[in-house]
């Protein structure tokens, strides 16, 4: 069992950048492969970025490609997303994501644990 905690999200303006920040409860965080999704109102939840337990592998979805970066620290069991040049469709509720598999997947059934969510809000 693992416990993830986001934090980081907010309002900004379109065109401008944030961090999301997500902690997991786990000392075996580095085993985990790590994603975040969003979901946006009456739209399922969709990939958005996921990264290997390493590290070393990172996916992203085309419409972030460019502007979000997804990284991870073992060290401190967090993962992290630089979101820049926001746009207003990024608006969403943002979830961290774990499985215990080596993959990286899109598949939102296919990740067992889940935080809380974070509003990301990008206003035009």
């Known amino acids: 069992q693992v416990q993830l905690v986001e934090s980081g999200g907010g309002l900004v303006q379109a065109g401008g950048s944030l961090r999301l920040s997500c902690a997991a409860s786990?000392?075996?965080?580095?085993?985990?492969?790590m994603a975040w999704f969003r979901q946006a109102p009456g739209k399922e939840r969709e990939f958005v970025a996921g990264?290997?337990?390493?590290?070393?592998?990172?996916y992203y979805a085309d419409s972030v490609k460019g502007r979000f970066t997804i990284s991870r620290d073992n060290t401190r069991s967090t993962v992290h997303v630089q979101m820049n040049s926001l746009k207003p469709e990024d608006t969403a509720v943002y979830y961290c994501a774990a499985r215990i598999h080596i993959a990286v997947v899109t598949t939102a059934s296919e990740y067992s644990y889940w935080g809380q969510g974070t509003q990301v809000t990008v206003s035009s």
């Open positions: 990264i290997s337990w390493s590290g070393g592998f990172t």
């Open positions: 786990r000392h075996t965080f580095s085993s985990y492969t």
